[in-house]
C-alpha cells in the first residue's frame, strides 16, 4: 500500500539554526499539507499546497516557515531560525482530491527538538 | 467552522462495542464529517467519513441522525489495539482539517 514517507524521524537542533523536514507524498497525489503537533496537544494545520503554490496556511506559518517542492517527489518545510517553541512532532500529509474532507494520508511523522 | 464535542477518554473491555459520539450543534449544510485516529507518535489515519444516515467500512460504522447535528463512531468488538485518539472533524472540504483534543480510548484486556 503507497504511504507517505517523512526524514529525518527525529531532528535535534539549536535555537536560531534553519531544519528542513522532507517529506515524499503518495506518487499520484497532487495536494500536500504539513501539520504540527506539540507534545500533549492538538494536530494544527500549519499549511496546505498545490500546483506548486500555497493554497493556504495558518496564523502558525509565519515568515519563518516556508514549502517548497523541489521535484517531483519532494515536499519539504524550512524552518529558518527554529525557537523553542518549534519543538513538535511535524506531520507531512497528501490527497489526492481537492479539500480537505477527502482523505489525508499522513506520515508517520518528524520529531523536531530546538535546544 | 462547525465546533465539534466529543467525550475527553473512553475505557472499553477487549471484544466489546465502542461507540463514541460527536456533538456538531451549528453543522452547515455542505459539511461532511469525518474521523481520524492516532496512536503515540504516528500521524493521524482516516477511518471513515459519511454526510447522513449510516456508513461502514471494514474498520467502523459512522451514524448519523436525520438533523446531523451528532454522530456516532462505532466499532466493532475492540482490540488492545484499537487504544487511540479518534477525532471528529467536520467541514465542506475548502477549509483545512481542524483537529480538536479527541477522545482517548483506552482498550483493556
Known amino acids: 500500500e503507497p504511504e507517505v514517507t517523512q526524514t529525518p524521524s527525529h531532528q535535534v537542533t539549536q535555537m536560531g539554526q534553519e531544519v528542513i523536514l522532507r517529506c515524499v507524498p503518495i506518487?499520484?497525489?497532487?495536494?500536500f499539507y504539513w501539520y504540527r503537533q506539540i507534545l500533549g496537544q492538538k494536530v494544527e494545520f500549519l499549511v496546505s499546497?498545490?500546483?506548486?503554490?500555497?493554497?493556504?496556511k495558518s496564523e502558525i506559518f509565519d515568515d519563518q516557515f516556508s514549502v517548497e517542492r523541489p521535484d517531483g517527489s519532494n515536499f519539504t518545510l524550512k524552518i529558518r531560525s527554529t525557537k523553542l517553541e518549534d519543538s513538535a512532532m511535524y506531520f507531512c500529509?497528501?490527497?489526492?482530491?481537492?479539500?480537505?474532507?477527502?482523505?489525508?494520508?499522513f506520515g508517520p511523522g518528524t520529531r523536531l527538538t530546538v535546544l | 467552522l462547525a465546533k465539534t464535542t466529543q467525550p475527553i477518554s473512553m475505557d472499553s473491555y477487549e471484544g466489546q462495542e465502542v461507540n463514541i459520539t460527536c456533538s456538531h450543534n451549528?453543522?452547515?449544510?455542505?459539511?461532511?464529517i469525518t474521523w481520524y485516529q492516532q496512536f503515540p507518535s504516528q500521524g493521524p489515519r482516516f477511518i471513515i467519513q459519511?454526510?447522513?444516515t449510516k456508513v461502514t467500512n471494514e474498520v467502523a460504522s459512522l451514524f448519523i441522525p436525520a438533523d446531523r447535528k451528532s454522530s456516532t463512531l462505532s466499532l466493532p468488538r475492540v482490540s488492545l489495539s484499537d487504544t487511540a485518539v479518534y477525532y471528529c472533524?467536520?467541514?465542506?472540504?475548502?477549509?483545512?482539517?481542524?483537529f480538536g483534543k479527541g477522545t482517548r480510548l483506552s482498550v483493556i484486556a
Open positions: 500529509a497528501s490527497s489526492s482530491l481537492a479539500g480537505g474532507w477527502n482523505e489525508q494520508f
Open positions: 506518487s499520484n497525489h497532487l495536494y
Open positions: 499546497f498545490y500546483n506548486n503554490e500555497i493554497s493556504e
Open positions: 451549528n453543522i452547515a449544510t455542505n459539511d461532511y
Open positions: 459519511g454526510y447522513k
Open positions: 472533524l467536520v467541514g465542506d472540504g475548502n477549509t483545512p482539517l481542524v
